[in-house]
């Protein structure tokens, strides 16, 4: 059964600390995303990557930044917590040019406080 | 300004009923439709590609109308088990790209025993 994991299922960080938001997945998928889902607002874009090394800024990148040395990992860095990034992120990957839609990752439920 | 266009809902419905909800988008470029389950606290799920003439599984029906730009979503003899939010998904890039899917904020759908 294809994959995308992420590391942490909850997750409660302090106020100005450095988080990082680790996202596997085992489909050799080019494409991967990061997605922040709040009440009312719905799905919102931070970051998404289509190759190693490359990123691309989505609809809401303020406040955080990504790495992908790897094609299967895709991190997220939120380089100082603040309380309004208290919210659930979702990771997903595809293949191609999203004709096959989205696999999504279980989410990790992160509070700063 | 991409956009995907649901109601909320809450949708309540009596077990064994049909329900049916619509989607509009906006770019008429687009190229390819989903619809996406999510139960509460829980990721995302593809549930059933729209093609451009329709698609059935069981006991849901997706269908596609270009000349007004939504997708429909019907499910029948409903079950407890359908109660989630149903996330309409749109690939809006004209060139598509891994940037293309555009969510919905999703329909609430309640069945009541």
């Known amino acids: 059964d294809v994959k995308v994991t992420q590391s942490s299922r909850y997750l409660v960080k302090r106020t100005g600390e450095k988080v990082f938001l680790e996202c596997v997945q085992d489909m050799d998928h080019e494409n991967m995303f990061w997605y922040r889902q709040d009440p009312g607002l719905g799905l919102r874009l931070i970051y998404f990557s289509y190759d190693v090394k490359m990123k691309e800024k989505g609809d809401i990148p303020e406040g955080y930044s990504v790495s992908r040395e790897k094609k299967e990992r895709f991190s997220l860095i939120l380089e100082s917590a603040s309380t309004n990034q208290t919210s659930m992120y979702l990771c997903?990957?595809?293949?191609?040019?999203?004709?096959?839609?989205?696999?999504f990752g279980s989410g990790t439920r992160l509070t700063v406080v | 300004r991409k956009e995907v266009e649901q109601d909320p809902g809450p949708f309540n419905v009596p077990e064994g009923a049909t329900v049916a909800f619509n989607c509009t988008y906006s770019?008429?470029?687009?190229?390819?439709f989903f619809w996406y389950r999510q139960d509460c606290r829980k990721e995302p799920k593809l549930l059933m590609s729209v093609y451009s003439s329709g698609n059935e599984d069981g006991r849901f029906t997706a269908q596609l109308n270009r000349a007004s730009q939504y997708i429909s979503l019907l499910i029948r003899d409903s079950k407890l088990s359908d109660s989630a939010t149903y996330l309409c998904v749109v690939n809006m890039s004209a060139v598509g790209g891994a940037d293309g899917l555009t969510f919905g904020k999703g329909t609430h759908l309640i069945i009541q025993p």
């Open positions: 770019n008429s470029a687009s190229q390819s």
């Open positions: 997903a990957s595809s293949s191609g040019q999203g004709g096959y839609g989205y696999t």
